[in-house]
């Protein structure tokens, strides 16, 4: 069965430092990757998605995704990180055809004013 | 313009019995995937309704059905419950098939089972 790994499961950051969440996918096909991120008290909501082409791409609120295929990896950045992006960030991966998705455990992220 | 809605917010049941959870789409989208997030876990995909057919379907065992109405509103039933099956359950709807398009989430049913 498909697997999402999300390994950083908790990180603390100072406002302005660099942000990168790494995820990692176990299946071999073509996929369709996706970041969500859950602000406190708020619904998930989608970041950025991935489905063909350049493989780096870019989201809301100055976020960016590189997609390397040979290493099954999504990883997610952000150059200089605000006290508000503190959430809870979800890598997910869709394997068409068969329409199933797949989540990671999530990253808490706490960023420090 | 609504976003997708949920009821019941939270939802007390005991061992063996059955559940029914809600879900309205938002305006314009036909398609409602249902997801079960336990604590301190990712949501897991039960299953995706499209035009009123499932569409795909999770590692779940059959007691987990659902339906998509005309509307393009959803049901989920969970039968024979088991204490496993606490969860926060989330329903998300989109613009066409979830895997293509955008998902907009609701808040979460919050299902305990005694």
């Known amino acids: 069965a498909q697997s999402v790994s999300q390994h950083n499961h908790h990180v603390i950051l100072s406002e302005a430092a660099s942000l990168e969440l790494g995820c990692n996918y176990s299946?071999?096909?073509?996929?369709?990757l996706f970041w969500y991120v859950q602000y406190p008290g708020q619904h998930l909501q989608l970041l950025l998605k991935?489905?063909?082409?350049?493989?780096l791409v870019k989201g809301i609120k100055g976020f960016e995704a590189e997609f390397i295929k040979s290493k099954f990896s999504f990883n997610l950045r952000k150059p200089s990180v605000q006290w508000s992006d503190t959430a809870e960030y979800f890598c997910a991966v869709n394997t068409p055809p068969g329409n199933q998705f797949y989540f990671g455990t999530g990253t808490s992220l706490t960023v420090i004013p | 313009e609504t976003g997708v809605t949920q009821s019941p917010t939270h939802l007390i049941k005991t061992r063996g019995q059955q559940v029914t959870l809600r879900c309205s789409s938002q305006?314009?989208?036909?398609?409602v995937s249902w997801y079960q997030q336990a604590l301190g876990q990712g949501p897991q995909f039960i299953f995706q309704?499209?035009?009123?057919?499932?569409?795909g379907r999770g590692n779940f065992p059959p007691r987990f059905s659902g339906l998509q109405f005309p509307n393009y509103s959803s049901e989920l039933n969970v039968n024979a419950l088991e204490l496993d099956d606490s969860a926060l359950y989330l329903c998300a709807s989109s613009p066409g098939l979830a895997g293509k398009n955008e998902q907009f989430f609701g808040p979460g049913t919050r299902l305990t089972v005694l």
């Open positions: 309704y499209y035009r009123e057919e499932e569409n």
């Open positions: 991935y489905f063909s082409g350049d493989p």
């Open positions: 299946y071999g096909g073509t996929v369709n």
């Open positions: 305006s314009g989208h036909n398609t």
